[in-house]
Structures are given as C-alpha cells and as structure tokens.
C-alpha cells in the first residue's frame, strides 16, 4: 500500500467509524453467531499474494462485524463497560501512527514525561495523597501482579528474586470471597501457590467481615506462615461492594501487612467528592490500581497503577543489560523498571487527549448522570410487581423476578437464568449476572459512554415486555 491508497482508505475507515457510532442502536448488541461460524468463513490458508484493502474491507462487514458484540451499545449493560469516546480513539490513531515503543526515556522522552505528568492529574482527580507516584499498566489483573511482587520482594528484602522461595516461610495474601479472579491469577503467578489464597468470608453488604479477617491471620500465624497482604476491593465485580478500607488498613498496619486496592471498575467515582468516602484510609495503603478503560472514557488499554514505595517497585523489577544503559539512566523514570513488560505503548496519549477534552467538570457531569439513571431505574424497578432490587452501588443494580409463592430456590434462579437468556438472544440488550449467597441475580449496568435515559427506559421497556411475553 503507497500513501495515496493509505489516505484513501484511511479516510474511508474514518468515515465508516463515524456512521458505526451514529448507528449503533441498531446493531444486535451481542453478537448472534455460532461457535465456529466465524472460523469456517475466514480462509483456510494465509493468501500467497496481497489483497486489495477493499476486499479486505469488505470480508471485515461480511464476516468479521456479524461476529462482533457491540460493547459500546448504549444497551450493551453486561460485565462493565470497556468504553471509548471520540477524543479517545484520536489519541489511539496517533499512537499506531508513532508506532513509539515507550520503553525507557530515551526511546521517546515525551512519551515518558507526559505518563508521569497525567499519572499526576489522575491521582489529584481521585483524591490520592502526593506519596503516590503512578504508572500506566495494560490491566488491573497486570498491576495487582506487580503489587504482590513488590509486596513478596519488600517482605523478603528482595530474597525471592535472588533465592527463589525455598528458605520462605509459605505466604498468605488474603482477599474478600467476593475479590476478582486475577487476584487468585496473581497468587499463582507470583509463586505463592493457589492454596496460600485465603478468601475471607463477606457481610451483609458482600464486603470482607473484618472480624473474619482478623481471625485468619492470627490463625494462619499460629499454625507457622507468613501473612503477606490483603487486597481490598473498592467495587467487587459481583455486586460493586465496598470493602472498609480504613479498618482493613488498620488490620494491615496491626500485622505488617502490603494493603493493595483493587478498584478497577468504580476507582473511576473517585473524581466525585461525594465518593471519596470509599477511600478513608487511603494513607495506609500501599498500592491502588484502577481503570481509566472501563468507566474515564479511554479505549483499552490504560489501566491507572499507583504506589507508595516507588522504589520498591523499581528495585523489583529492574534488570539493566549493556543495551539498555543509556547516559539518561538513573536520572529520569524508565517506566520498564516500573511493571512486568519491557515494551510499553504510548497509552498517555490518549488518556491525555480525553482528559483534556473533556475536562474534570464534564467527567464529572457524565459520571453523576450514569449513577442518577441507575438510581432512575432501580425505583422503575421496583415499582414493577414482577421484580425485586437487591442491590444498588454507585451504577450497578442487580435485580431478579420476584420468586413465586412456594417456589423453590432452584426454580427461581432457572427462571431468572432464562430470562437473562432470551433478553440476550434477542440482541436488543445484553445483561450478565452473578449470584448474592444463593441467589442468582441480573446485574444491568449503566455506564456506556454515550448513554441517554432514553437509552435506560428503552431498555427497561425490553426487559418488561420479554416478562410479559
């Protein structure tokens, strides 16, 4: 491809994006192929000469969009929002074009010093103290791999690294039952073995019971491990609960804990005043990690990694071959010292582009919205004699038909279960769901970055008239 067919078919792809998002309501929002309708229409052998991009183009409608569940569908409601927005997808296009790899400074100094200046604007918006100094991470599940490094290295004094774990005692990280699954990930990974997860049972409000909490590091003590740290989740993935940092952290500072907080979902709330409550505490933790790519409007991946002992996290994963030594070394932040990966994409970019685009008072406008039309429609919701609410946090409600009068358990979470099916199938919404003790429950988030209330009661109107069909 020359630069006249690149510009060509550049413009075209700009256009197409244009009409995708003007048009996006009326796409199934989950895809409806099979398993392997995708696979059977693709080529059975890469071509031995190039194609034309308009053929290519075309096999892209034909055969890879009936294929694609449209997560920026303002009635995608499922999991959590991976969302985007315009000033986002700028910055990405940018980004491919620079093809920077954003390793060390000296590979692109811009690309180093503008992550160090908007990881400084992230953690003023979400009320952070100034001891913490940020990095950009491809996931949450990455950053809370580097915690618990750090954390083992750190309690070690960097002996893990150099000696493996044979003259360590077995260490305990301990979680709410409640905790993401790449927290039990990172436990396999970072060499403390599965069985050394403790998941400590939850309250009324599916936050970590302290007094659980407490019991299993005095026990886990008493029969010879080593209590490592404690992940606290500031909107577990179930139910968006809250776990209490504040006692959590005391529980940490009692025991010589790593306090690391996972809250990749609802970290974004943090620009709200209002919100900060759910980090009282704040000072005594260690590391926090949230998620610019679900909820801030920036395109995965950009995932916010801040610590309070940036040396220590350095001083773990540094490795300084001859090629990498340049005269810069030592004096500036060479993010590869900072996570897993030595190769590291310009993600600051676009972050910087809808920070700016946006600005904190907008982003804080769109986010209140999002969490008053959740609380819009948890009332319609409960107005309605086929439905109970059983929980609401922040923009997350979950939700199940009522159970009729001498139902049983299992017959009620088939019902549920089924309607979530057919709602899906129908690709006029899309929900997922989890279970709050036994009961499975319908989680509809409402967090799309285009959302409209008219959006949320369409698709209120969709869920009724399935129950009444």
């Known amino acids: 491809m020359n630069i006249e067919e690149f510009k060509k078919y550049g413009h075209e792809i700009v256009e197409w994006i244009a009409s995708y998002y003007e048009n996006i309501r009326d796409y ?32 892209f409608e034909d055969i890879i969009m009936p294929g694609i569940t449209h997560w920026q569908s303002p009635a995608f409601h499922a999991y959590f929002p991976s969302n985007t927005s315009f000033p986002s997808l700028l910055g990405e296009m940018l980004t491919s074009a620079l093809g920077a790899q ?21 953690r003023d918006m979400i009320g952070l103290p100034e001891s913490f100094s940020g990095v950009t991470q491809d996931t949450a599940s990455t950053a809370t791999l580097c915690a618990l490094i750090t954390a083992r290295e750190k309690k070690s004094n960097f002996g893990v690294n150099s000696n493996g774990f044979f003259d360590q005692k077995p260490m305990r990280i301990y979680c709410s039952a409640e905790t993401h699954s790449s927290v039990e990930k990172a ?29 299993a590091i005095r026990k886990d ?24 940092l504040k006692e959590i952290a005391a529980v940490c500072r009692e025991f010589d804990l790593w306090l690391h907080v996972d809250a ?14 759910m980090i009282e505490g704040i000072e005594d933790v260690d590391s926090f990690v949230f998620n610019p790519h679900k909820w801030m409007f920036v395109n995965f991946d950009c995932s916010a990694y801040f610590v309070k002992d940036e040396k220590a996290l350095s001083n773990t994963f540094s490795i300084l071959p001859e090629y990498l030594k340049t005269n810069t070394t030592g004096k500036v932040k060479d993010y590869r010292d900072w996570s897993i990966q030595l190769g590291r994409s310009f993600r600051a970019l676009k972050l910087w582009f809808v920070i700016r685009s946006y600005g904190v008072n907008q ?44 139902e049983s358990l299992e017959e009620i979470n088939q019902r549920n279960k089924n309607l979530m099916d057919k709602l899906n199938a129908s690709g006029k919404i899309y929900l997922t769901h989890t279970k709050i003790g036994d009961k499975l429950v319908l ?24 129950v009444e069909r």
């Open 28 to 59: 199934p929002v989950r895809s409806q192929v099979s398993p392997g309708e995708i696979f059977n229409k693709l080529d059975g052998a890469a071509p031995e000469e190039g194609e034309q991009m308009s053929r290519i183009l075309k096999d």
């Open 102 to 122: 954003c390793m060390i400074w000296d590979t692109s100094p811009a690309a180093a010093e503008l992550e160090e200046k908007v990881m400084i604007w992230l």
């Open 187 to 215: 436990v396999k990974i970072m060499g403390a073995g599965n069985n050394n997860l403790v998941k400590v049972g939850v309250d009324d409000n599916q936050a970590v019971d302290i007094r659980l909490l407490r019991q």
């Open 221 to 244: 003590i008493e029969a010879g491990f080593q209590p490592l740290a404690v992940v606290a989740a500031i909107g577990t993935t179930g139910t968006v609960a809250i776990d209490p």
């Open 264 to 277: 990749a979902y609802a970290g974004t709330a943090l620009i709200l005043e209002e919100y900060r409550w």
């Open 363 to 406: 982003m804080k406008k769109i986010i209140r919205e999002h969490i008053n039309m959740a609380k819009s429609l948890a009332e319609m919701i409960r107005e309605h004699s086929g439905f109970e609410v059983l929980t609401v946090s922040l923009n997350l409600i979950c939700f199940r038909l009522r159970p009729y009068q001498a």
């Open 443 to 466: 989680r509809m988030v409402t967090g799309q970055t285009y959302l409209t209330e008219a959006d949320v009661r369409r698709s209120w109107e969709v869920i009724k008239e399935a």
